[in-house]
């Protein structure tokens, strides 16, 4: 069983910063995890992408967020970090981290983590 725990969401005003972090734990050690990313989901909207990052660290990030929002992964590859910076009351919602693991390639989400921005 593998778990991807979330942890750095929280209330900030406009303009602020926060990390997020995921750490995909359980049964990982013979299990290779591919892409890890960031998706979010607005009250009333639909869960939209917010950053991707490959096993070759190459990263995709939404419109909405490039300049502000930085996807990284540690040299395990079962940790991935959201450095979000200059922070808009648009940026609210529900934070979930996403990873494939496996040989099928099979998608994990975690529990998700509450970013506010508001003053």
């Known amino acids: 069983q593998v778990q991807l725990v979330e942890s750095g969401g929280g209330l900030v005003q406009p303009g602020g910063s926060l990390r997020l972090s995921c750490a995909a734990s359980?049964?990982?050690?013979?299990?290779?995890?591919?892409?890890m990313g960031w998706y979010r989901q607005a009250p009333g909207k639909q869960r939209e992408m917010v950053a991707l990052?490959?096993?070759?660290?190459?990263?995709n990030t939404a419109d909405s967020v490039k300049g502000r929002f930085t996807i990284s992964r540690d040299k395990s590859k079962s940790t991935v970090f959201l450095q979000m910076n200059s922070l808009k009351p648009e940026d609210t919602g529900v934070y979930y981290c996403?990873?494939?693991?496996?040989?099928?390639?099979?998608?994990?989400w975690g529990q998700g983590t509450q970013v506010t921005v508001s003053s």
């Open positions: 996403y990873a494939q693991i496996g040989r099928y390639l099979v998608g994990h």
């Open positions: 359980g049964s990982i050690s013979n299990i290779r995890i591919y892409d």
């Open positions: 990052i490959t096993t070759g660290d190459d990263t």
